[in-house]
């Protein structure tokens, strides 16, 4: 995974002159935002672009690749793939989109690309995604503009890729720092599971935060997990002992599923038992935006001080306050002991 997050040189497949071309914006965030590795370009037609050598494809680099990221046509990634020497690229971030979100045609054609993917040795991230940011790494291989700089503890994995914008805009209102971003799309091949692997090991990373569509190795119609959706509640179970994991679903409603099928390609199931079985695995799960960013917001100050037990004191100025927080700390499985006469007489001195 640190050809990802850690690369000694990128390729962009795609590369553009043009300024408001994703090939073009991509080399200037990653210019922009300091990486220190080498930037290599990748276009049929050659030339140069910011005083960099064009390469025609991805085997006329001398040199093997850490990471090649795709902003191309869909049309035209099949091709580019099958066309890559065996050890000549280690990983692939596909920002293309058109793919399983768009129905049969485009799920057949991620078929035949993770099939070339396998063959090849190489891991891909994608497609119809935004990429990824490291900031510790200077690493912004992302679209986005403006995004922040201070180093932080949180670590995300975003299904969508516009939700990430929705996520920085927070991180910015609320002065949080961030560890790292990664847009995962239709998730061809790596998904939640595998980054949550590699976000448990590392050191930066102290809370983790997903905003899921449907979990790649999750569920059926059903919402039962399957054999291999145990692995990702299994090792959620590991780190969430460590490390806070926080959730926020998408597609919990019949309006929300038919929105994730045309967006990633995902069939989301039952929300109620999404819920349990994240509660089984000691996730957190939002209610909402707001919620999600709110616990995030907490956590990533008081990860190393988390209460001891389930109990809580509520001390108000009024009546009617301690009313409502006391019923919606029970309604959240919060217990609220009642004080013996003892207590309550210091307390009132």
Request: with cysteine; proline share 6%; hydrophobic share 40%.
């Amino acid at each position: 995974m640190d050809y990802f997050f850690k690369p000694k040189n990128i390729a962009i497949v795609g590369a553009s002159q043009d300024p408001a071309k994703p090939g073009r914006v991509l080399i200037k965030n990653l210019i922009d935002y300091g990486y220190r590795g080498k930037i290599i370009p990748v276009n049929p037609a050659g030339g140069r672009i910011t005083g960099r050598k064009v390469f025609p494809s991805l085997n006329d680099i001398p040199h093997p690749v850490d990471l090649a990221i795709f902003c191309i046509p869909n049309h035209l990634v099949e091709n580019v793939i099958a066309e890559i020497k065996p050890g000549q690229v280690k990983g692939i971030i596909i920002i293309s989109s058109g793919f399983k979100e768009t129905g049969a045609l485009g799920q057949q054609a991620e078929e035949r690309i993770r099939i070339l993917l396998q063959e090849r040795g190489i891991r891909a991230i994608g497609p119809n995604c935004m990429g990824l940011y490291n900031v510790s790494a200077g690493l912004n291989a992302t679209h986005f503009p403006g995004l922040p700089q201070v180093k932080g503890n949180i670590s995300f994995i975003s299904q969508s890729g516009a939700y990430g914008g929705i996520i920085f805009h927070a991180l910015k209102e609320r002065q949080i720092g961030l560890s790292k971003f990664i847009s995962i799309g239709n998730q061809l091949d790596l998904g939640h599971t595998d980054l949550l692997e590699y976000l448990g090991a590392d050191l930066p990373t102290q809370v983790i935060g997903l905003f899921i569509e449907t979990l790649k190795d999750g569920r059926s119609d059903s919402g039962v997990p399957p054999q291999a959706g145990r692995r990702f509640l299994d090792l959620a179970r590991r780190i969430s002992a460590k490390k806070p994991i926080v959730v926020f679903k998408g597609g919990r409603t019949q309006a929300g599923r038919r929105a994730a099928s045309s967006h990633t390609g995902s069939l989301a199931g039952d929300f109620t038992v999404f819920k349990s079985a994240m509660k089984q695995a000691g996730v957190l799960v939002a209610e909402n935006s707001e919620e999600f960013f709110d616990i995030l917001y907490i956590l990533s100050i008081y990860h190393h001080q988390l209460p001891k037990n389930d109990n809580v004191a509520i001390a108000t100025i009024s009546g009617g306050p301690s009313v409502i927080a006391g019923d919606r700390c029970e309604e959240v499985g919060i217990n609220v002991p009642q004080f013996n006469h003892a207590l309550r007489q210091k307390i009132s001195r």
